[in-house]
């Protein structure tokens, strides 16, 4: 089985300054990674997703993700947030056949002007 | 091309009665999920489904019943609902997200009380 650990609950940030949101993952097999963004009282919207390739991955709205093999992370990051990137924040693994998600307990980014 | 709908969007429920939520999506989508999300605990997957027909378990399914009869469509039903199922619950389809451009796209979610 796989679980996902994200290290802050909730990440207060000036706007334009850079943001780091911390993903851990532990898994027996490889796994594909995924960030997810929550609106208040809307669905979850994909950011970005890590399958193969490069570890660097670039998402929607500025933000991109690097998959760390060895230190089992896939930590997000935007260099400049704005007041709009207020939202939760929430890191996911899955298997190779997308059968099963396991999602992070979430972060709150709480961008202030 | 409403993408993914859910019915009902809240609902309250007394202990032991039963209901069902009712998933659609337009998008021929194979997969299908349903999740529910509590407050610090992020998403959990209740069941899922690979294709019309057929569904498993997923992280959380006790108390929990779903079906598959048509590709568009997911139901989960709660026979007989009890307060720890007070959650608010979210459906989503994807393609088998295999490629950079595949999503899993979400519903806006059924707020479900039940006392």
């Known amino acids: 089985a796989q679980s996902v650990t994200q290290l802050d609950s909730q990440v207060p940030v000036f706007e334009e300054a850079p943001v780091e949101l911390r993903c851990n993952y532990s898994?027996?097999?490889?796994?594909?990674l995924f960030w997810y963004v929550q609106y208040p009282n809307q669905g979850l919207q994909l950011l970005l997703k890590?399958?193969?390739?490069?570890?660097l991955v670039k998402g929607i709205n500025g933000f991109e993700a690097e998959f760390n093999k060895s230190q089992t992370s896939f930590h997000l990051r935007k260099p400049s947030v704005h007041i709009s990137d207020t939202a939760e924040y929430f890191c996911?693994?899955?298997?190779?056949?997308?059968?099963?998600?396991?999602f992070g307990s979430g972060t709150k980014l709480n961008v202030k002007p | 091309n409403a993408g993914v709908t859910q019915t009902p969007k809240f609902r309250v429920l007394k202990t032991g009665q039963s209901m069902t939520l009712l998933c659609a999506q337009d998008?021929?989508?194979?997969?299908m999920y349903w999740y529910r999300q509590d407050p610090g605990m992020g998403l959990r997957l209740i069941h899922y489904s690979v294709g019309e027909g057929t569904t498993a378990k997923g992280e959380v399914p006790d108390g929990y019943n779903v079906s598959r009869l048509k590709k568009q469509n997911f139901l989960l039903g709660l026979e007989s609902a009890a307060p720890s199922q007070t959650s608010v619950y979210f459906c989503?389809?994807?393609?088998?997200?295999?490629?950079?451009?595949?999503?899993?796209?979400f519903g806006p979610g059924t707020r479900l009380t039940v006392l």
């Open positions: 890590y399958l193969s390739g490069s570890t």
């Open positions: 898994s027996s097999v490889s796994v594909y």
């Open positions: 989503a389809s994807s393609r088998r997200l295999a490629t950079s451009t595949d999503t899993q796209y």
């Open positions: 996911a693994v899955s298997s190779y056949n997308f059968n099963k998600f396991y």
């Open positions: 998008m021929n989508h194979e997969y």
